[in-house]
């Protein structure tokens, strides 16, 4: 809504205004472009027109989508999803992301899929081995060596320290 008010008020016209992404019509000025950096950061935005950073952004928007939202199972590799969706080669998309992340697209999507292992085992309300097919892992012993590389725990042992949490709360 921000971002749709303040182009708005420069008189620019769009197309569509998504999370993290604007379709202007039209050219837009140098004085109009940084009046519109300055009302975005004003909202705690940030206006970026670097190709690079967008394209970070946009490897990051996927993931987050793929593994906390997407109720769908990944029915292809996580690199031919990614290359399909950016419309890049997935070499080039990893050794970007690693160059300017500083850590490898493999390694942020797995930590992510992990966060998202973490969620489920809170919710305590699905098997080991459900939440292995809803996050696509081949079986609960990959899932589980993931999670131990990730946390430094196993997963029934993470799980166990959220009950013990709970009893240590409603003992107080």
Not at 87 to 103: R, T
């Amino acid at each position: 809504m921000v971002v749709k008010s303040e182009l708005e008020k420069l008189g620019l016209n769009y197309v569509t205004v998504e999370l993290g992404e604007a379709n202007i019509i039209g050219d837009i000025t140098e004085e109009q472009q940084e009046y519109f950096r300055i009302a975005l950061r004003r909202s705690g935005l940030e206006l970026m027109d670097d190709p690079k950073a967008i394209l970070i952004q946009k490897i990051k928007a996927i993931i987050v989508e793929l593994v906390h939202y997407s109720t769908e199972p990944l029915t292809k590799t996580f690199s031919i999803y990614l290359s399909e969706k950016m419309n890049h080669e997935y070499g080039y998309l990893s050794k970007l992301f690693s160059e300017v992340e500083g850590i490898t697209l493999e390694r942020y999507f797995i930590t992510h899929k992990i966060e998202r292992v973490k969620e489920l085992l809170v919710y305590d309300q699905l098997t080991l081995t459900e939440i292995a097919n809803i996050m696509n892992y081949s079986s609960v012993a990959h899932l589980s060596t993931q999670f131990k590389k990730i946390t430094a725990l196993t997963p029934s042992h993470f799980k166990g320290l959220k009950e013990i949490r709970s009893s240590i709360l409603n003992n107080k």
